[in-house]
């Protein structure tokens, strides 16, 4: 691994030749970029997403092979884990990216908008980490990389949901880092701060409020979060686990 500049103009290069890594919420946004980059450094990637039409054109642009899939369902996490055995003989990277917003004040929010968001972001890393944990101890051999946010400490007004699902992320990881830990198998997360859809859905004043109060003073490039997710996934990183790492300009100091 060789890393040189800073921002998004890095030229940051990894070397994953030989690695099966599975992404989800690989359609677009940080989900796309991490993919992209494992992709790029040789990976063979099983890009997983709801949305078909989208995971078909962004799995087509970068050489991945998609699968459709609802991550809150054990049995479609169970086909996408069986589609890499399938196709590469094993998994070596987890990235548990996919998410939703249902965003709400609390007493506004229903069971329905409740559960569909903890059942992606937190049930989802579930699924697919205990999908993947056979495989895993086999190879005595994984990475396991998590996407959890800012919101899950702090909390954000209408997010109740959202920032359960991301608090639970954070408590999930350190937990399956010292269960796997024995097994060859780091854990850790990334907290991001990239500019994707949901920062472009902001009102103007709040999206200039929050880039203020950022110490870099503008939001991450979604590849700026890939290049963190490729380090946790990398040999260099082997002897990390149990992290949060914050991909935020400085944010959450």
């Not at 399938?86 to 709400?104: C, F, K, P």
């Not at 229903?110 to 972001?121: I, K, N, Q, S």
Request: glycine fraction near 12%; charge should be negative; include cysteine.
């Amino acid at each position: 691994m060789s890393a040189e500049g800073t921002g998004s103009d890095s030229n940051v290069s990894f070397d994953f030749t030989g690695r099966t890594a599975i992404v989800t919420g690989a359609g677009r946004g940080v989900g796309l970029g991490i993919a992209r980059l494992f992709a790029a450094s040789g990976a063979a990637v099983i890009a997983v997403d709801m949305d078909e039409e989208v995971l078909a054109s962004a799995a087509a642009e970068i050489g991945a092979i998609p699968v459709t899939a609802d991550v809150s369902d054990r049995q479609q996490v169970d086909h996408v884990v069986d589609v890499a055995l399938e196709h590469t003989g094993r998994v070596d990277i987890l990235v548990n990216n996919a998410g939703i917003l249902r965003d709400r004040r609390v007493w506004k929010l229903t069971a329905e908008d409740w559960h569909a968001v903890l059942g992606v972001h937190l049930t989802g890393a579930f699924n697919f980490t205990q999908a993947c944990i056979p495989t895993f101890r086999a190879q005595n051999h994984g990475r396991i990389i998590n996407v959890t946010s800012y919101t899950g400490l702090h909390g954000n007004v209408g997010q109740a949901n959202y920032a359960a699902a991301k608090a639970g992320v954070i408590g999930f990881t350190k937990t399956v880092a010292k269960e796997l830990g024995g097994f060859g198998v780091t854990v850790n997360a990334i907290s991001p701060n990239a500019d994707t859809r949901m920062i472009a859905s902001i009102p103007d004043e709040v999206r200039a409020q929050t880039e203020a109060a950022i110490p870099l003073g503008r939001f991450g490039d979604p590849d700026e979060m890939a290049a963190a997710v490729a380090f946790l996934a990398s040999a260099e990183a082997a002897y990390i686990t149990g992290v949060v790492l914050p991909v935020d300009g400085g944010l959450a100091m």
